[in-house]
């Protein structure tokens, strides 16, 4: 594994902001982590890239562990914080030139390298402009080239979309998307369309655990129930009541639109009760006009596992 980590724990006093967490993370691998304000993602991030010392716990990164062997470990890193720390004064091209030199990358490769990373980030047009005249958006980008100046393993970042407007965060997805066809990507974010959109595997942390691994796609269909969405015409209460009998419905949630009866149906894990459905309204006589399953997206994944089921949402009516 590129980076692994074995009971990582942060205490802050009292605090126990990260509790004896577990992962690891293989070369060539997107991986999302994921958590509400306050669940730890941003103290592990830390962790990980030897900017905070653990309390307990081992993290290494590409063999090297990271206290014993901080400056091995760094050279296989590359981190953008959350508050991008850049220096507004400097112009775009002389700032990577500036972090190139202390990453001690050759004076030999170190302009072909600055030119290679603005040309990935699309930096060309304000290589020669003020940091500090940049959008919010360039300013991201430039922190992403300083990170991968020194062609690191693993590219970490912490909320890299965070403040952008929706353009920006287009083009910063796109772009990490890009990355990870070249650098194993670990992406801090409490944002869950951004983890579906670039992430291969996500990993949910709540209370300073993590509380998932794996696809979205896997999660959705691992640990929650699949919704059945049906319209029928005919008697409301006698459809509701064969519905909620049919085995492998948990729940149904009935509204009517334009004479049209739509029912949601809450399935157990692994069911699929079209057949059934449809088979309940050819024999009943009722006029079918939609039969569709609903997949829960990673958002109904993220909320049951942070807050849990919602309320008689475990329960049949």
Not at 12 to 41: Q, W
Not at 185 to 214: F, N, P
Request: aromatic share 4%.
């Amino acid at each position: 594994m590129l980076v692994e980590a074995k009971g990582l724990t942060r205490r802050y006093g009292d605090l126990l902001a990260v509790d004896h967490l577990e992962l690891s993370i293989g070369r060539g691998e997107v991986v999302g982590l994921l958590g509400p304000n306050g669940a730890g993602k941003t103290t592990t991030i830390r962790m990980l890239t030897g900017f905070l010392p653990a309390s307990e716990g081992t993290v290494t990164v590409a063999g090297y562990d990271v206290r014993r062997s901080p400056v091995a470990a760094r050279r296989h890193i590359g981190y953008m914080p959350e508050n991008n720390p850049l220096y507004p004064e400097m112009r775009t091209a002389e700032y990577l030139a500036f972090r190139a030199e202390l990453k001690g990358i050759a004076r030999a490769r170190r302009r072909r390298r600055i030119a290679k990373c603005i040309e990935l980030c699309n930096l060309a047009g304000v290589a020669g402009q003020i940091i500090g005249a940049l959008s919010k958006g360039y300013r991201q980008r430039v922190g992403l080239a300083d990170a991968m100046l020194a062609e690191p393993d693993a590219l970490i970042l912490d909320e890299p979309t965070i403040g952008l407007d929706p353009n920006q965060v287009r083009d910063v997805r796109r772009l990490v998307r890009d990355l990870g066809e070249r650098h194993t990507v670990l992406i801090s974010t409490h944002i869950l369309a951004e983890a579906e959109a670039i992430c291969q595997r996500v990993l949910i942390i709540d209370k300073g655990r993590i509380v998932a691994d794996d696809t979205p796609r896997a999660l959705s269909e691992r640990l929650l129930q699949g919704a059945v969405c049906v319209e029928l015409q005919g008697d409301a209460p006698r459809i509701e009541e064969t519905l909620a009998r049919l085995p492998g419905v948990q729940n149904v949630q009935g509204e009517k639109s334009n004479g049209w009866h739509r029912f949601t149906l809450a399935a157990a894990p692994g069911a699929d009760v079209r057949a059934d459905v449809f088979r309940a309204a050819a024999e009943n006589g009722w006029t079918l006009r939609e039969l569709t399953r609903r997949r829960p997206s990673l958002e109904d994944v993220f909320r049951r596992l942070t807050l849990g089921p919602e309320p008689g949402e475990e329960r049949r009516p």
